[in-house]
C-alpha cells in the first residue's frame, strides 16, 4: 500500500523549455552580476560552486556547500551575496515564466490533490540547487503552491542532489516512510529513475505514453498524469 509520492517538477508538474529557461536565468543573473564586478568571472565561479553542490554527499547542507564554495572563489561578503540573490529572486526570477514559456501541466492539479486525498504524504522533489524562494515560484507557475507538502527539497534543507541516492535517503528520513511504499514520479531518466536503486516505485512521465527502451533503471510504471491520477486509488490501497 502506497504511502507517500515524489513528484518532480520540472517537466512533470510544470512544462516548461529547461534549455529556454536556464539560458534565459542565466542571461538575467549575468546582467545583475554587471552591477557589481567583472560579470564573465562571477559566472565561471558560479557554476564552480554549483559543480561543488552537486558533487555533496553531506554533513552540510547544498546551500552551505554552495555558499562556502562560491564566496571562497570570488572574495564576496556572503550577506551581500545572498541579499543579492534574494532581491535577484524576488524581482528578476519571475520573469522566466514567460521567456521559458512556463505552465502548469495538464492533470498535474488533479493528482497532486488526488495524492492528498488518499491520504499520501506529498513531497515536492525537484532536485535541490535552488533556494526555496525559486521553487515556490515555480510552484506558483504550475498552480500548485498552496498546498500542505511533506516536503520541498530545497537547497536549503537537503545535503545532497539528484541522482545520488543520499538524495532519496534522506527523503525517505524526513518522512518516515520505507522504500516501497514510496513512488518517485518524474520524467527524468537518470535524476528520477534512480530513486529505483533503493526499492523505491517509479513512474516515468512519457507525454503521449512514448516507449522508451534500454533503460538502465526500468520505471515500475510509465504513462502521462491522466494514467498516474487513475493508477493512484490503485496503489493505494
Same mark, same amino acid.
Request: hydrophobic content about 45%; charged content about 30%; glycine content about 4%.
Given at each position: 500500500?502506497?504511502? %507517500?509520492?515524489?513528484?518532480?517538477?520540472?517537466?512533470?508538474?510544470?512544462?516548461?523549455? /529547461?534549455?529556454?529557461?536556464?539560458?534565459?536565468?542565466?542571461?538575467?543573473?549575468?546582467?545583475?552580476?554587471?552591477?557589481?564586478?567583472?560579470? $564573465?568571472?562571477?559566472? $565561471?565561479?558560479?557554476?564552480? %560552486?554549483?559543480?561543488?553542490?552537486?558533487?555533496?554527499?553531506?554533513? $552540510?547542507?547544498?546551500?552551505?556547500?554552495?555558499?562556502?564554495?562560491?564566496?571562497?572563489?570570488?572574495?564576496?561578503?556572503?550577506?551581500?551575496?545572498?541579499?543579492?540573490?534574494?532581491?535577484?529572486?524576488?524581482?528578476?526570477?519571475?520573469?522566466?515564466?514567460?521567456?521559458?514559456?512556463?505552465?502548469?501541466?495538464?492533470?498535474?492539479?488533479?493528482?497532486?490533490?488526488?495524492?492528498?486525498?488518499?491520504?499520501?504524504?506529498?513531497?515536492?522533489?525537484?532536485?535541490?540547487? /535552488?533556494?526555496?524562494?525559486?521553487? $515556490?515560484?515555480?510552484?506558483?507557475?504550475?498552480?500548485? #503552491?498552496?498546498?500542505?507538502?511533506?516536503?520541498?527539497?530545497?537547497?536549503?534543507?537537503? @545535503?545532497?542532489?539528484?541522482?545520488?541516492?543520499?538524495?532519496?535517503?534522506?527523503?525517505?528520513?524526513?518522512?518516515?516512510?520505507?522504500?516501497?511504499?514510496?513512488?518517485?514520479?518524474?520524467?527524468? #531518466?537518470?535524476?528520477?529513475?534512480? %530513486?529505483?536503486?533503493?526499492? #523505491?516505485?517509479?513512474?516515468?512521465?512519457?507525454? @503521449?505514453?512514448?516507449? #522508451?527502451?534500454?533503460?538502465? @533503471?526500468?520505471?515500475? /510504471?510509465?504513462?502521462?498524469?491522466?494514467?498516474?491520477?487513475?493508477?493512484?486509488?490503485?496503489?493505494?490501497?
Amino acid at each position: 500500500m502506497l504511502k %507517500a509520492i515524489l513528484f518532480d517538477l520540472d517537466g512533470t508538474l510544470l512544462m516548461n523549455n /529547461f534549455d529556454l529557461f536556464m539560458k534565459n536565468y542565466f542571461s538575467l543573473l549575468m546582467e545583475e552580476f554587471k552591477k557589481i564586478g567583472d560579470e $564573465k568571472d562571477l559566472f $565561471k565561479n558560479l557554476n564552480f %560552486a554549483i559543480e561543488k553542490m552537486l558533487a555533496n554527499k553531506g554533513p $552540510k547542507t547544498n546551500y552551505d556547500v554552495f555558499w562556502e564554495e562560491f564566496t571562497k572563489l570570488t572574495g564576496k561578503d556572503r550577506k551581500y551575496m545572498e541579499d543579492f540573490f534574494m532581491d535577484f529572486y524576488s524581482k528578476k526570477f519571475p520573469l522566466l515564466k514567460e521567456l521559458s514559456q512556463a505552465r502548469a501541466n495538464s492533470y498535474a492539479k488533479e493528482v497532486v490533490e488526488k495524492s492528498f486525498e488518499l491520504g499520501l504524504k506529498v513531497v515536492i522533489a525537484t532536485n535541490a540547487v /535552488f533556494p526555496l524562494i525559486a521553487i $515556490k515560484e515555480r510552484l506558483k507557475w504550475a498552480n500548485l #503552491i498552496n498546498y500542505p507538502y511533506d516536503l520541498i527539497t530545497s537547497m536549503e534543507v537537503m @545535503h545532497s542532489c539528484k541522482p545520488n541516492l543520499e538524495y532519496y535517503k534522506e527523503i525517505l528520513e524526513r518522512i518516515n516512510v520505507t522504500p516501497e511504499k514510496t513512488l518517485m514520479v518524474g520524467n527524468d #531518466i537518470k535524476e528520477d529513475l534512480s %530513486a529505483s536503486k533503493l526499492g #523505491i516505485l517509479t513512474f516515468l512521465y512519457t507525454p @503521449h505514453n512514448n516507449l #522508451i527502451l534500454n533503460l538502465d @533503471h526500468k520505471p515500475d /510504471f510509465m504513462g502521462d498524469l491522466k494514467d498516474l491520477f487513475e493508477l493512484l486509488p490503485l496503489l493505494s490501497k
